[in-house]
């Protein structure tokens, strides 16, 4: 992302030595305006992470960063960090492995498959997670699959969620490395069609399905009405911490809402900085 | 395509997918859409009419309704206009922008929640500056007017990813074009550049909606269970600590599931009916 930035920088940068576009524009006081508006409540948050106190002033009286110290030292936090980063690894594996076949079969074999996935993968946007959780609740609660109250519930139901967005990313990929003439050209060099899915296919999406991963792991981690209603305390993930964290210090929990927020942000970096090498990569060749 | 023998083999790579897709994503949904009808004595309307005639139940979809509509609407309109701004605004401050609003796109659920309360809660931040100004006696952030203010904050961002591919679209040459041929803004606006924008605002509006409706992090990190809306009212009767009511849940779900049916249907209608689309 830094690389793509600075060239487009150097090539506005002639035309930004423009006097007259620094006077009154009232699309730059929109902009600046809601980006004042979207700003605050992070602001603010980051602010309050970090005073030592703040009372009735318009600005925290002192900084520090025992806040941060605290949160980090906090063995309840270290083990729902730990646990939040668990269930996202294996709804991810799980998810990789069901998914994978499917758009690689419908981007070779069954083109019309791929017209039923486009179908399928909007389910999870038109059922909102408390409803699926009614129905999620009274199937895994007992009988043959007793799930419900222990984390092996959150990785299938996980992996419905990050669906959509793995299964575009993936069949994206295949799709624009032409992977039904890959697998031509494999055959006719004498592979099987597992070896050539394995040797050939998957090295060549390896940055798309990679940047699918990060960016479906900062949304698993920010994930909370699955984790609270089917699990809760029981296995308490960062964002069901976080809402128990309710009677705690308000510095507090702002150290954590800013050290989740990085999280998520460090994760959605490295998922853009990968296709920003992809695309540079791309150019190149 | 080579013959069904050699197609076989391959089609058991989908049988996984299609049995933990069957079992957590439809399964769950059938279970709702079936014990909505299971009253205690059989099958029948049972829950939908008791729903129909609580004013508690009534209340939680009226209200879930109108915060849903006040706050889209209020995000659509900011983010429509942030993203003109956006259209017109050249140099580092429209990437900065782009990337800004993604990040606060990923801002939701009980962090936004608590960043509020430390902003504007009983004893928030903004709350007490303004105060102090003189501007405000009061805000409540756990009433309806403190759940708008939340719903319009986190709508704004999504809005603008969704509608800024198409405001970018718009091309100065058809407003250029347009006052040549003796258009003034207004009707450059009514004729041309709000017809095309029409669907997108449309979509972007239902994306929106069915956003809000379906919320429920935020509000429940927010007020826990006391502030009355269709989510919050369906978890507690099926998590709540006493009187848990998965049936009647299953008929709160249902409604929700066809509300949001609904507004698609509305949306896609309303996007026949518009000249610009029925012309192709």
Not at chain 2, 57 to 77: D, H, K, N, P, Y
Not at chain 2, 168 to 174: F, H, I, N, Q, S
Not at chain 2, 204 to 212: H, K, Q, S
Not at chain 2, 216 to 243: E, H, K, Q, W
Request: proline share 5%.
């Amino acid at each position: 992302m830094s690389q793509s930035a600075d060239t487009v920088t150097m090539a506005s940068g002639p035309s930004s030595t423009a006097r007259p576009r620094w006077r009154f524009d009232p699309h730059r006081l929109v902009v600046l305006g809601v980006f004042t508006i979207l700003a605050l409540p992070l602001v603010v948050t980051l602010g309050y992470a970090l005073a030592g106190h703040w009372g009735a002033s318009l600005l925290p009286d002192s900084l520090t960063l025992k806040w941060f110290v605290e949160l980090w030292a906090t063995p309840r936090f270290q083990a729902a960090f730990v646990r939040s980063l668990l269930v996202a690894v294996g709804a991810l594996a799980l998810s990789l492995v069901l998914i994978l076949p499917v758009a690689f079969l419908a981007q070779t074999r069954y083109p019309r498959l791929d017209g039923w996935m486009n179908g399928l993968i909007l389910m999870p946007f038109a059922v909102p997670p408390v409803v699926s959780s009614v129905g999620l609740l009274q199937l895994y609660a007992g009988g043959p699959l007793p799930l419900v109250g222990t984390p092996w519930i959150l990785i299938p139901t996980y992996f419905t969620i990050v669906l959509p967005f793995m299964y575009r990313a993936i069949a994206n990929s295949l799709r624009s490395i032409d992977v039904a003439s890959l697998m031509d050209a494999a055959r006719l060099l004498g592979a099987g069609p597992l070896q050539a899915f394995f040797l050939v296919v998957l090295p060549n999406i390896r940055v798309g399905v990679q940047i699918a991963i990060f960016l479906s792991f900062s949304f698993l981690v920010g994930e909370f009405v699955f984790a609270n209603l089917l699990v809760g305390t029981r296995f308490e993930t960062l964002q069901v911490y976080l809402n128990n964290m309710r009677g705690a210090s308000g510095h507090f929990t702002s150290a954590l809402v800013i050290t989740l927020f990085a999280f998520t942000l460090v994760l959605t970096w490295l998922g853009n900085r990968q296709s920003g090498q992809d695309l540079a990569k791309e150019s190149a060749s | 395509m080579r013959g069904l023998h050699a197609a076989s083999p391959a089609l058991l790579w989908l049988l996984p997918f299609v049995v933990v897709f069957a079992a957590f994503q439809l399964a769950p949904l059938a279970w709702v859409a079936i014990s909505a009808f299971r009253v205690d004595d059989g099958w029948g309307l049972g829950h939908f009419r008791e729903i129909v005639t609580s004013p508690f139940f009534r209340q939680a979809i009226g209200r879930s309704l109108e915060i849903s509509l006040v706050s889209s609407l209020l995000g659509l309109t900011i983010a429509a206009l942030t993203c003109h701004s956006l259209a017109h605004t050249r140099g580092p401050l429209r990437r900065w922008m782009v990337a800004f609003t993604n990040m606060t796109s990923n801002f939701a659920g009980v962090p936004l929640a608590f960043a509020f309360i430390i902003l504007m809660g009983t004893n928030g931040v903004l709350t007490l500056a303004l105060q102090r100004l003189g501007i405000i006696e009061d805000f409540n952030l756990y009433s309806k007017t403190g759940l708008i203010v939340i719903y319009t904050w986190f709508q704004i961002p999504l809005g603008v990813l969704l509608l800024f591919p198409a405001l970018a679209g718009l091309r100065t040459e058809w407003q250029e074009a347009a006052s040549l041929l003796g258009a003034g803004r207004l009707a450059y606006w009514r004729h041309i550049g709000l017809p095309v924008l029409w669907p997108a605002l449309l979509g972007t509006l239902t994306i929106l909606i069915a956003n809000a409706m379906g919320a429920y992090a935020t509000v429940y990190a927010l007020v826990n269970t006391s502030y009355n809306l269709m989510t919050i009212r369906i978890a507690n009767l099926v998590s709540g600590d006493l009187f848990l009511q998965p049936n009647l849940a299953s008929a709160l779900a249902l409604i929700l599931v066809l509300l949001l049916a609904m507004v698609t249907l509305i949306q896609q209608w309303l996007l026949r009916r518009s000249y610009h689309v029925a012309e192709r």
